[in-house]
DNA sequence: TACCATCGGTTAACCGTTGAAGCTCAGGAG
DNA sequence: CTCCTGAGCTTCAACGGTTAACCGATGGTA
């Protein structure tokens, strides 16, 4: 009835409880044989080591803690997230790891959550998302000595190991298409700008449109639709209009879409739009979007390996997922000729 | 530098482990005076109790575990879900409870997961969402003795505490809505069929349908964006085309709306659509959608509070949200007189 | 033969909290 | 004066693992 421990097996198999410890944590002080018979023991009772005793004996419960600094509001909204926490999940769960999901207004309280669940055992690990270009949460971080992935670019993740793609690669693509098609003045809304991966968007959107002879501008916003909507009509009112606009993210793109289209812009003749990040809703639109495709969930697939390996006191390696390519749609034309 | 224990602060105190857990958890058995410097203590030292500890010892771990039977690729669409999580943040984080949150393929799996939590006391109680009309989950729940609280109609909790709203009230205020417009042939996307609520707004739909005498047809999906343009592909060829159509989520309504201007068809004039949940992205589309609106934060918030209660021991309750109210927009008027 | 390392285990301490049981002391009843 | 009661603590044994320290047997080496 209640569930066995390893004192049942140790009855069971004629040996002590640090024998079958030892023997189900793939440790030495074993026999071949006498693990076999242990393990095969614990299957039949279908013992499940207590998380809780485990921790409380100084292993790290099997538990990663991912806090994420936005307000609840917001996040409904981005698919980002529950792409990467369905990654996350998918390798996670087949080691039996849980995830520990906190929600917080500020990267300050950020920091009191990794600090409690530490000083708890809560968690044997964390995940940072959303890297500031100097972080805080990293620092804490590693004078804590919680082992930690950063999700973003290596440059701000200060030695902890990240998982990142070349956003700047995707850029260039993007830009490089745009200009094919005979784009001249091509505008981007862009993320928060305290961000680091804005940061490097923003830096490569700047060199090739530099390199390539054309006009950017980049007008920051706080990724949510109506600041997308806001920067649109801002973009689009200048004197000089650009004529293609890339959004940095799919909400945005959709809100710039819609707000194009009231301005009684057509989609793609008078203006062409990239969205980067490429949700399902994005081919449903009318026209389906442009869009810089990424497999986020495999980035969550990689975080996690990333963030086992590290509280298995491996090295901080970083791991370069695949770039965003471009998806192209309805949303990109060549421009109309009026000038 | 360590964090404290409670046996520092007995130490401190000059009195014993004991007196402190009391004084910690408002149990009699020390004096009033005796608890305030023991709290005074405790507070001065920044004491966080151990929730592996406490845990192993019996009392519950300050987590809820939420499992999701969705495969992790669906998820990553699903506004609902997230707003969902906000809502039930809020309310746990301001009592220092954490989430455990945990993807599973099928509702098999899902049991599995609740006796494992159970067993190795890693969550006090779980929530369960997508109720099905006779749902396994109740009973297993049930006979763990795990509190849990369902996300659902009480017809399905089968007694378990449970939050819903009348769904059946929000079916007839769209219907009669569409209805007062002049629609005479309203037909419905509905949602998972095994699904308690699906099979509530069913019989809701087909009830006002016939006390109004509108012809009243439901094409079951499985709630994504290609079963929604498949039955909207369905609905539309049919001889008797309807003029109106209610889609049980958002993603569906959108993918709707896009294969209906593909077969040709203006929205609102040859069709009016209303989606049953109200995205953000309802708003931005062409035209906006009309909407079936709910707080489905406020829903999480109460989920919480409710599981709370039940941790403690309280009877189950069921609580009654505010049903989702029609938010009126662009995608609905009256049909063209055709016939 | 004496010494030592290695293997395969056992033992017991320990983690921090809980709570039952036991102890002490003061005050009231008989 | 003795007995009983109960408040207020202390003591101690779980809870279920992990792990350092120890131990006996075996085998190789000088």
Redesign the interface.
């Known amino acids: 009835m209640k ?1 066995p421990t390893i004192a049942d097996i140790a009855r069971e198999a004629g040996v002590s409880k640090g024998a079958v410890s030892y023997a189900l944590n793939g440790q030495p002080g074993v026999s071949e044989e006498t693990r076999r018979r242990i393990l095969a023991i614990a299957d039949r009772l279908g013992f ?9 004996a100084g292993a790290h ?1 099997k ?1 990663v803690g991912l806090a994420l600094p936005r307000p ?2 917001t ?5 980002f ?3 990467l ?3 996350l ?2 390798e996670l ?1 087949t080691r039996s790891y ?7 207004p500020h990267e300050a309280e950020e920091i009191d959550f990794y600090r ?1 669940w530490w ?4 968690v044997g690990g964390v995940l940072v998302c959303d890297l500031r270009v100097h972080d805080e949460r990293v620092r804490a971080l590693r004078e804590l000595g919680l082992p930690a992935v950063a999700i973003g670019p290596p440059s701000a993740a200060g030695g902890l190991a990240s998982i990142w793609s070349d956003d700047d690669v995707s850029m260039v693509e993007a830009v490089e298409y745009l200009a094919a098609l005979g784009h001249r003045r091509i505008a981007r809304v862009g993320g928060i700008s305290e961000l680091a991966h804005t940061a490097l968007r923003t830096k490569a959107f700047d060199e090739v449109c530099a390199r390539l002879g054309l006009s950017a501008r980049t007008v920051p916003t706080d990724y949510s ?1 109506e600041d997308g909507a806001r920067a649109t009509r801002l973009l689009l009112g200048a004197p000089d209009r650009p004529t293609a606009l890339i959004y940095d993210n799919d ?1 945005m793109a ?2 710039g879409l ?1 707000t194009a ?1 009231e301005l009684g812009l057509s989609v793609p003749a008078d203006l062409s739009i990239v969205a980067w990040d490429d ?3 994005c081919h ?3 026209p389906p979007l442009t869009a810089l495709t990424r497999d ?2 495999a980035y969550g697939v990689h975080a996690a390996r990333l963030l086992l390996s590290a509280m298995d006191g491996a090295p901080a390696g970083d791991v370069h997922g695949e770039p965003a390519h471009l998806t192209p749609r309805g949303s990109t034309a060549p421009p109309m000729v009026e000038m």
């Open positions: 569930r499940r080591a207590n998380s809780a005793a485990r921790a409380l419960a538990v609840p509001a996040l409904g909204v981005e698919p997230f529950m792409e926490i369905s990654g999940e998918a769960s849980a995830l520990l999901l906190q929600m917080v409690r000083s708890e055992s809560r639709a909400i959709i809100a819609t289209q949700s399902p809703i449903l639109l009318h986020i969930g």
